[in-house]
């Protein structure tokens, strides 16, 4: 299995300020099945930690929940390899809306 950066994009200004970036993945299970997860999002808490938030809804409550689940390898996976290329990625950052991630093959 591989996960693999298909690129980040700055947020779009309905994001909460909290949103560094969102990220596209493609997850290649085997070489014919693969997944691509959209909307994945590099978030900041306060000035310190940053974590990488899965695609997720909101209800008419105000509760988010998640649009699909990992098992929790898969899901720290997908959180090292994201936030890996994040790093990288924004260390290079233009001002292009959107650039792809340099590498992102784990």
């Given at each position: 299995?591989?996960?693999?950066?298909?690129s980040f994009s700055l947020p779009s200004p309905n994001?909460?300020?909290?949103?560094?970036?969102?990220a596209r993945v493609e997850i290649t299970c085997d070489s014919v099945h693969k997944i691509t997860l959209d909307d994945l999002r590099v978030l900041r808490n306060g000035?310190?930690?940053?974590?990488?938030g899965m695609p997720?809804?909101?209800?008419?409550?105000?509760?988010?929940?998640?649009?699909v689940e990992f098992s929790p390898k898969l899901k720290r996976d997908i959180e090292d390899a994201?936030?890996?290329?994040?790093e990288k990625w924004s260390l290079g950052q233009q001002s292009d809306q959107t650039l792809p991630?340099?590498?992102?093959v784990r």
């Open positions: 299995m591989s996960v693999k950066i298909i994001k909460p300020r909290s949103v560094l970036a969102t000035q310190s930690e940053v974590w990488l997720s809804l909101k209800n008419a409550h105000g509760a988010y929940f998640p649009i994201v936030l890996e290329a994040f991630a340099n590498g992102g």
